[in-house]
């Protein structure tokens, strides 16, 4: 069975740090995706960051990037020069093309202080 | 461009009885998913409908059933509403039945079942 585990339920950091997220998974399979997705406190839930699991290069948008460690399945987020608007809940998720079934860890609830 | 909308935003019903969620996918989108979230958890998927047949289905129980319109638009239905079942229902659209397609979330219905 495919897991996701965010072992982080809860994190603060201050306006311009850098933070990052973990998320760890389980599979047996080879090739898959991996996805970051946020959720403001108003709930509607948005893609951050994706990465296909054939391609060793971290991906990165904009103050999001990720390291991938495929070896270890582990896929942690990076938000560089933390914003407010940053604050929200954020969901490491997993797919390998079943239905398009996502499965998704419990989330992290990331806080940012100004 | 218009995003996905869901209707209601808010419900509440009692125990036994049968509710239908509605869902309008985003615009050239033809693959609508929908997943549970329960309080404080991830979301856990149900379904998945592409170009109006059921392409993957979560580990639910038969009394949840879907549909997806020529317009790709969709229904989630529970019959014989449990406790459990009370949640926050998000459908998410896509283009192409596939997994690596970013899914477009809704807001969201949050039902209540006493």
């Known amino acids: 069975a495919q897991t996701v585990t965010q072992s982080q339920p809860e994190m603060s950091v201050q306006e311009a740090e850098t933070v990052t997220l973990s998320c760890t998974y389980d599979?047996?399979?080879?090739?898959?995706?991996l996805f970051w997705y946020k959720q403001p406190p108003s709930r509607q839930m948005i893609l951050v960051i994706r990465?296909?699991?054939?391609?060793?290069q971290n991906a990165t948008e904009n103050r999001f990037s990720v390291n991938f460690q495929k070896a270890a399945k582990s896929f942690s987020l990076k938000i560089s020069d933390s914003q407010l608007g940053d604050t929200a809940m954020y969901f490491c998720?997993?797919?390998?093309?079943?239905?398009?079934?996502?499965?998704f860890g419990q989330g992290t609830e990331l806080s940012v202080k100004p | 461009e218009t995003g996905v909308t869901q209707s209601p935003t808010h419900l509440i019903k009692t125990r036994g009885q049968q509710v239908t969620l509605r869902c309008s996918s985003q615009?050239?989108?033809?693959?609508v998913s929908w997943y549970q979230q329960a309080l404080g958890q991830g979301p856990q998927f149900i379904f998945q409908?592409?170009?109006?047949?059921?392409?993957g289905r979560g580990n639910f129980p038969p009394r949840f059933s879907g549909l997806q319109f020529p317009n790709y638009s969709s229904e989630l239905n529970v019959n014989a509403l449990e406790l459990d079942d009370s949640a926050l229902y998000l459908c998410?659209?896509?283009?192409?039945?596939?997994?690596?397609?970013?899914?477009?979330f809704g807001p969201g219905t949050r039902l209540t079942v006493l």
């Open positions: 998410a659209s896509s283009s192409g039945g596939g997994s690596y397609n970013e899914q477009f």
């Open positions: 599979t047996s399979e080879s090739n898959y995706y």
């Open positions: 990465q296909e699991a054939y391609k060793q």
């Open positions: 998720a997993f797919n390998y093309n079943q239905g398009g079934k996502l499965i």
């Open positions: 615009s050239g989108h033809n693959t």
């Open positions: 409908y592409y170009r109006e047949e059921e392409n």
